[in-house]
């Protein structure tokens, strides 16, 4: 009896192991799902937002340009060396910040290429390559202002971009702090410039690269100004579907032999040097040397 025991249990121990090594095996041959995808259809599908200079958007001529767009034609590049594809088809598609996540999950796109936050509450929704650009929020204010901090704004109106991290972080932030600020959301970056110069609001809280790339764009830059001041971290990144692991060992390798190379500082010229000290070139600089991962 002891030995029938025995044997039954030593069976299902090798029925579990048989077991575990099949899905193991089902699991290493399964292909990803965005590279399937991309071998399957031949394109490569890049998603954008239109108005996040110098990050992504559309210039006068109609063609979308930017930093992250710059990053993904490479990865693009690196797609067909790869996947052996020289006649890789390259897609673009708009994205908005309420339909980016969807696009992703449903294979509409394979990668966002914009300024996209990183959070781990994001990453229970999709993936991260490496890190692309490191800011923070900040406040732009008219350049006769005296508000230097949220606490200045008391009994006053800041403009803030929908759906964004900085929107969510300064809106729990001032909620916490019990501040008299009356928070006004914008869809597009631009009508908060627009109302800031209109005097409709007091002060507009954003990212502070996008807030330099809206100056760039502003009828007045000089009649505004940045107060200097860090409310937040927030780290980019590109953004694509959560379990292709494949994929992102892809988009990272492409992304830290680049930073291991003098395209970097070649990138950053093109699209930050004219900012001058703005441009948070030390911190930038210093990502790529962090994420210089070797081969």
Known sequence: MFIHRKNAFGSLMLFSFIVAAFFSLASANAKDITLERIERTNNFVIGFRSDKHPFSAVTP?????GYSIDLCKGIYESLKKNLNKPDLKL??????????FDYINAGTVDIICSASSWTLERQKKVSFSLLTYVTGAEMLVKDDSRIRSLKNLSGKKAGMIYGTLTSDIMTKRIKRDKLDIE???????????????????????????????LLDAASAPNDLKLVNRFYSYDPYALMFERQSLDFKLLV????????R?????????KWFSHMGIRSNENILRAMFKLQSIPE
């Open 61 to 65: 001529s109609g063609e979308v340009d």
């Open 91 to 100: 897609k673009m598609i708009e994205v908005t910040a309420d339909n980016r």
């Open 183 to 213: 928070l006004v959301s914008y869809k597009y970056p631009d009508q908060g410039i627009e109302a800031l110069e209109n005097k409709e609001i007091d002060a507009y809280i954003a990212d502070r690269i996008i807030l330099i790339g």
């Open 252 to 259: 990272d390798s492409y992304l830290a032999e680049l930073y």
């Open 261 to 269: 190379s003098d395209k970097s500082l070649e990138l950053f010229n």
